[in-house]
């Protein structure tokens, strides 16, 4: 395990109640100045930390190797963490990749994709992309994963995809529905549990649970808390038999060593992600109090985005708000009168506020 020193834990503690400075303190001042409120990507505003920063730049100099010894040195480490075996975690570009190739994997013509919708769709062009097929299941009334709905879709499927907390709604699925899913669905399905965004919520992880579930993966990304998108690393956890079949369709494929290190300079970082947490909490939660005391019904985020209704066609409001170069999310098809909006910096949200009460309240 990383060692935590009272150094360290004491750092936690004493950043909590000063939250009004880790706006400035977390951003990367390395971003590149832009006139447009970037809200439509589910990105960090603040970039890598100054440790990954760091990390980064000196991954430079090695990058005319292979960087295989980085890769198991990331993969021991999150291990290690995370009290799991070392060959229960593979490394891929980007946790989109690990997905889109257990989709592949696990999904056929005669055994389908069930999730929910709206949620990420990549599984679904991934099964679409060799001609499997797609139930989508409706999310419940609490705007969380049906689990007995999509348990019921069909007793033949091949993967079962659970994004927690759910992009783009922000919601979060309880572990105990989670555990329903994993004891009852078909025979020969492969759980694949999407933990992208966990590290906002309070959400335990399911990680641990590989150690017992041959057939369960879960997907982690250095993209989203820890602000490195632009890298495309993550990570695949699961028994090695499963990984195996992750690995034919691209083993090896794995970023430069810059982005190996800043992952681990991340990682070992110990007051990054309760700080980055708290300030996107922070941030959220005044924003979606402000749209809910003016009559606007939002999903119950504890991610990084959140849905609004915004009561009229969600194109015209998207379009609307990037004339005042403000940009927010897509649409779901299901799900026309309602927009997504990332959590931006405090003053990205207070610009959304601004154009939102000009473009859309006052339209």
């Known amino acids: 395990m990383v060692s935590v020193s009272r150094r360290s834990l004491l750092a936690v503690g004493a950043a909590l109640p000063i939250l009004g400075r880790l706006d400035w303190a977390l951003a990367s001042p390395a971003a590149a100045a832009s006139d447009k409120v970037l809200l439509n990507y589910n990105e960090s505003p603040y970039g890598p930390s100054s440790a990954a920063r760091e990390a980064m730049q000196r991954g430079i100099a090695t990058s005319g190797r292979y960087p295989y010894p980085d890769m198991y040195a990331l993969a021991a480490l999150f291990a290690q963490q995370q009290a799991i075996p070392e060959d229960y975690v593979a490394v891929f570009a980007g946790s989109m990749a690990a997905l889109r190739y257990a989709v592949v994997a696990f999904t056929s013509e005669a055994r389908s994709l069930v999730m929910a919708t709206p949620s990420y769709e990549l599984p679904r062009q991934a099964a679409e992309s060799h001609k499997a097929p797609v139930h989508e299941v409706n999310l419940d ?90 890298a495309r690393l993550g990570l695949a956890i699961g028994h090695p038999a499963l990984l195996e079949r992750l690995a034919v369709f691209g083993g090896d494929n794995v970023p430069a060593a810059s982005s190996l290190l800043g992952a681990r300079a991340s990682l070992e970082d110990v007051t990054l992600l309760p700080q980055r947490k708290a300030l996107n909490a922070r941030v959220r939660e005044e924003t979606l109090a402000w749209l809910k005391s003016r009559g606007f019904t939002c999903t119950v985020s504890q991610s990084n985005c959140f849905m609004i209704d915004v009561k009229q066609p969600a194109e015209h409001v998207i379009e609307r708000l ?36 000009g473009q859309v309240m006052n339209a």
Not at 210 to 215: A, E, I, R, S
Not at 337 to 345: A, D, E, I, L, Y
């Open 141 to 230: 009334a609490r705007h969380a994963h049906d689990v007995p709905a999509m348990l019921a879709a069909d007793p033949q499927a091949g993967l079962l995809y659970l994004c927690n907390p759910n992009n783009p709604t922000g919601t979060l699925t309880p572990s105990a529905t989670i555990r329903q899913a994993l004891a009852n669905k078909p025979e020969g399905c492969v759980l694949v549990v999407d933990e992208a965004y966990i590290d906002f919520s309070d959400a335990p992880s399911c990680v641990s649970w590989v150690k017992d579930h041959d057939d369960l993966l879960v997907l982690r990304t250095f993209s989203k808390i820890y602000g490195m998108a632009g």
């Open 322 to 357: 990037a004339a005042q170069n403000v940009m927010v999310g897509r649409v779901w098809k299901n799900w026309p009168q309602w927009v997504r909006v990332t959590v931006g910096t405090q003053q990205e949200m207070e610009r959304f506020r601004e154009v939102f009460a």
